[in-house]
């Protein structure tokens, strides 16, 4: 069975700062795998879907990465900024033929500090 | 303006009581996902539509129910046999060609009084 891990659970930088956020997964037979952000009581906002051929996908401040055989990926942020601060959840796919479910992992909390 | 809905915003129950949420997407998306988040906690597969007419259980179906009768639409039921379901509920679509990316609805927070 899939298991996702996020860690560090909570996080808080200052200003300016680059924030590193890391993902690890158990089984790597994965479909692609989705970053996404949620603020408090909302849904969430999918930043980056890196399919499982690719290495990297980059949007502005953001970069993630993905090491398939070694089951991580990481989620760049560059110079981070207050309104940065939220959830960063990450969830892959398992293979298609499974309906394309995703698992969860249980979020970083971020807090950039001005 | 496509995009995912869900209503209500805010739902209350009392024990004993079915409430049925509502998630409409205008995306033409073929598959629909029901997903409860508990605080603090990532987010838990119930219930998943890859085609009218279908759906599949996810790792928490016990004490919910859905229909895909239309391809815009997925309700999803809790009914009284659901022990613990004060959580919020977020529905997402995605399609069933390319990337496969999911999108989610704004959620459903559901409190049992």
């Known amino acids: 069975k899939q298991e996702v891990t996020q860690i560090p659970a909570a996080l808080s930088v200052p200003e300016g700062e680059n924030l590193v956020l890391n993902c690890s997964f158990t089984?790597?037979?994965?479909?692609?795998l989705q970053w996404f952000r949620q603020d408090p009581g909302k849904g969430l906002t999918s930043l980056l879907l890196?399919?499982?051929?690719?290495r990297e996908q980059t949007s502005g401040r953001l970069n993630a990465s993905l090491d398939k055989s070694s089951g991580r990926s990481t989620l760049y942020i560059a110079a981070s900024q207050p309104g940065d601060s939220a959830t960063y959840l990450c969830?892959?796919?398992?293979?298609?033929?499974?309906?394309?479910?995703?698992?969860f992992g249980g979020g970083t909390r971020v807090l950039v500090k001005p | 303006d496509g995009g995912i809905t869900q209503s209500p915003k805010y739902l209350f129950r009392k024990e004993g009581q079915n409430v049925t949420l509502s998630c409409e997407q205008n995306?033409?998306?073929?598959?629909m996902y029901w997903y409860r988040q508990d605080p603090g906690q990532g987010l838990r597969l119930i219930y998943y539509?890859?085609?009218?007419?279908?759906?599949q259980k996810g790792d928490i179906a016990e004490g919910y129910s859905v229909s895909r009768e239309k391809k815009e639409s997925f309700p999803l039921t809790v009914t009284s046999a659901q022990k613990n379901p004060t959580a919020f509920y977020l529905c997402?679509?995605?399609?069933?060609?390319?990337?496969?990316?999911?999108?989610f609805g704004p959620g459903t927070r559901l409190t049992v009084l």
């Open positions: 997402a679509s995605s399609p069933s060609r390319g990337s496969n990316e999911q999108f």
């Open positions: 089984d790597s037979a994965i479909y692609n």
């Open positions: 890196i399919q499982s051929s690719q």
């Open positions: 969830a892959v796919s398992g293979p298609r033929a499974a309906g394309n479910k995703l698992t």
């Open positions: 995306l033409n998306h073929d598959a």
């Open positions: 539509s890859q085609i009218v007419n279908d759906f």
